[in-house]
């Protein structure tokens, strides 16, 4: 029986109003042949290796990506973890027409120097609304990698004005910083975990050890790596193993930042953070358990080290609740949070000790973009008046059954289910035969992406339902048949 | 007599549409109360040591930016730069209000993905046809640091793959990069200047050299540092010396290639790129002559080292010319060059030598923001229209002028004047009287921001005229004035 002839479990947010009935392709080929037109195009301008095709933006609509030929998709990529509440959601099409907001829309102030008078209301309205709980400070910045980049500054200026003894830097720390001297330019590290990924500006992209095209030929600073956790799945099923593959890692940890705490000569490297994703997405959605991460929480209060969670992908609510790291329980929060792709804005929270005293040290032109702001205060609304969240738990684990199902019916294909919420994946057994899954699952009408070496990430808009779950295991269970007798 | 009071030199350009007369100040301290309450607010959740006033963009126009307290600024620091047209032009507000852009408005797609439809026209509309000449990949970022970063990572590729003889990078480049060892991971450099600015992310970072609060504490790449002229002003009253310097500072760079080129052990350190500012904006306004930068770009290019020209800051039109680096007379043309702040958008348009071979290289979640490329298209249509590149040549001829006069009087107070079209400067005998002089400019209804240590930039709007500049220049000699007797 189809997964789209059942009952549905109910879930309590509205259907996305006036979506289309489901995916629908039109084409003999994809991309089509006005996608194929436009990327001609563009690559007299430019490397076109990663395009998909060409979106109709007016034309798409909740769950279901519309290209310029036509084709309808079901979206359960969302923009690479970005798209909150669907396409054209009538509460952004609202707020985007706002005339209270065109002013907004018509410049491009610096927030830093010159925010406009309803700056603070849109931050209360927005980001303190949903503010990690023990972070009171909060910058906001333009996209993820710079979100990190300026979280890793917080922390370096933290751990430099901590060894000071608070005092601000002095004349001679100013001075041979200009030449990028001791102690002006001092030498110190953030800790980052095998098959992270934090972005690709230069600082970050030295903590991220994701894939290797992203990383050759880049220069990188000599930073310390510690082993994420390589767990099996089900997590359930093996129980014992898994926590003794964390107990090791977090060992490595520990003796890393012992390593770290009993260096006294300046020029030997210290580490002053750690960062860390609550889930490992581009690395292949690797998983650790609550007990990991509070592990890896107390180690780094031990050592005086900040602990960074890179929110950017898994904040916003697709785990199931608004923040990943709200499943851990930790008692003591973590010192800075990321965000950024749902979030719309790009920013940090911290602990209000990561507040610099001086001004113009997290710092730059535009330090964020408002119009960002009106988007998300109406994406949060949404979350909250048509019950996202729940709708996320409902439907994740309607759709994380349905695909632990055909697992079961396609064992040499599908593996490792795994996930929370919609923030699922699974694993088949290269990578050729998952970009062959992904290629297929396009023909039907599915915009899905791959993660890691061989594993298929599932990043659906908040808005996604029981009933589009349904129709991406219909597809899928037609895609295993034709991959099985392949 | 008064600037104001004098007939002005005719510009082409229409005023702005419905502009207010002039500046005015109505409350007894800026910023005012009003600023003050929202300052407060926000002390609780960040730094604001940056911030000068909160500001009523619905009711600033043009030129005048008006505050939360109704206070009335004549604008002469444009957002930093990157103010293109003044406050709510109405080309750009009947852009923000066209239903045709409100699915672009209402997503946020990834641009290297799913580009939106009409995003090749977007880009021919606007970035193609402002383009250097002879540069013909164009790439959209973020944000001027982004730009940067993402341009010195493509000159590393390139440098490498020319090393590599054009091949992609090996399995074990690959494998190497993974653990930042050596062939993998190169030890690349990227030469900068003394004074030179080029954004605060950890890459760039490591180029910028213009003040120490943006440097204390953060590591950096011990990358090679080359000097800046020092010129002495008017340039044609100093040629000989100027000459002399200029010289200097091009055979220290030669040195510093030609070591670089005798590297033949691949742990040693090798310039891959030089990165150059054609005014050296946040350093103070540090200007070099059109030969001198010839020279740079037949350095670069007989040591086989991309020139990248950072236009962020002087891009646009505000010298004169649409890219500052016009006027230099280059036969052969930059291998890059960044833009930002009065375009919007960042980026970088890079001979096609530089256009990556292989996808995901240069790429990140969104690649720009299409939003962006809606006001840009509404800004370069208003600069061709009004004619604006001749605007900022007539009203900058007065306003330097008028500068100069003031210095003439003031010689105690007021030296250096120098710039083109508006991209103007003048210093000040110290950082205090610089700061006293901005302030008390303040007080009069001026906007102004310094850079370097005694120095104030004019960044004004490409709508600024000579009437503005009358204005300003008549609050200018009552400072003065003040100042002269104090």
């Not at 001092?186 to 230069?202: E, K």
């Not at 904040?315 to 792709?341: C, I, M, Q, R, Y």
């Not at 119009?371 to 998300?376: E, G, Q």
């Not at 993660?451 to 808009?461: D, I, L, Y």
Request: aromatic residues 10%; charged residues 20%.
């Amino acid at each position: 029986m189809s997964s789209s002839s059942r009952a549905f479990p109910a879930t309590p947010s509205p259907a996305f109003p006036d979506e289309y009935a489901h995916a629908e392709i039109v084409t003999s080929q994809v991309p089509g042949p006005k996608s194929q037109q436009q990327l001609a195009r563009l690559a007299a301008l430019q490397n076109t290796g990663a395009i998909n095709f060409f979106a109709d933006y007016a034309a798409s609509r909740g769950n279901y990506l519309v290209d310029v030929d036509g084709n309808r998709f079901l979206d359960v990529y969302g923009q690479i973890a970005s798209l909150p509440i669907g396409y054209n959601h009538p509460k952004v099409l609202e707020a985007m027409s706002d005339k209270d907001n065109l002013a907004m829309l018509a410049q491009r102030p610096c927030l830093g120097v010159f925010p406009p008078a309803d700056w603070v209301d849109r931050i209360d309205d927005t980001l303190l609304k949903v503010a990690p709980a023990g972070l009171e400070d909060v910058n906001t910045l333009m996209c993820g990698s710079c979100s990190n980049e300026n979280a890793y500054k917080a922390v370096f200026m933290w751990f430099q004005t901590k060894l000071r003894g608070g005092r601000p830097p002095s004349e001679h720390e100013l001075e041979t910083s200009m030449t990028h001297q001791l102690p002006g330019t001092p030498n110190l590290s953030i800790l980052s975990f095998q098959g992270g990924f934090h972005g690709r500006l230069l600082g970050c992209l030295s903590t991220t050890h994701s894939k290797a095209i992203h990383k050759v030929d880049v220069p990188a600073f000599d930073w310390p790596v510690a082993p994420f956790p390589k767990l099996k799945y089900p997590l359930e099923a093996h129980q014992a193993a898994n926590e003794a593959e964390e107990a090791r890692c977090l060992e490595e940890v520990k003796t890393l930042l012992e390593h770290s705490a009993q260096v006294t000569n300046p020029e030997d490297s210290r580490i002053a953070g750690m960062i860390i994703e609550p889930i490992q997405a581009e690395g292949g959605d690797n998983h650790a358990s609550p007990a990991f991460f509070r592990g890896l929480r107390d180690l780094a209060a031990k050592y005086g080290v900040a602990f960074i969670v890179d929110e950017v992908q898994t904040g916003g609510g697709s785990t199931g609740k608004f923040w990943a790291h709200e499943h851990w329980g930790l008692e003591n929060p973590p010192d800075l949070v990321t965000f950024s792709k749902k979030m719309q804005t790009g920013g940090y929270f911290a602990k209000k000790e990561f507040r610099l005293k001086e001004g113009y040290r997290i710092f730059n032109t535009w330090m964020g973009d408002p119009t960002k702001m009106i988007t998300l205060k109406a994406v949060l609304d949404v979350v909250e008046s048509d019950s996202l969240l729940e709708n996320v738990n409902i439907t994740g684990d309607y759709l994380k059954a349905g695909l632990s199902e055909i697992a079961a019916e396609f064992p040499a294909l599908v593996s490792n289910v795994r996930g929370q919420g919609t923030y699922l994946a699974m694993d088949f057994p290269t990578e050729a035969v998952r970009n062959e899954f992904v290629g297929l699952m396009k023909t039907k009408g599915v915009a899905s992406g791959g993660c890691g070496v061989n594993s298929v990430r599932f990043r659906p808009a908040l808005v996604f339902q029981p009933k589009h779950a349904a129709e991406y295991l219909d597809k899928m269970r037609e895609v295993c048949e034709v991959l099985s007798k392949a």
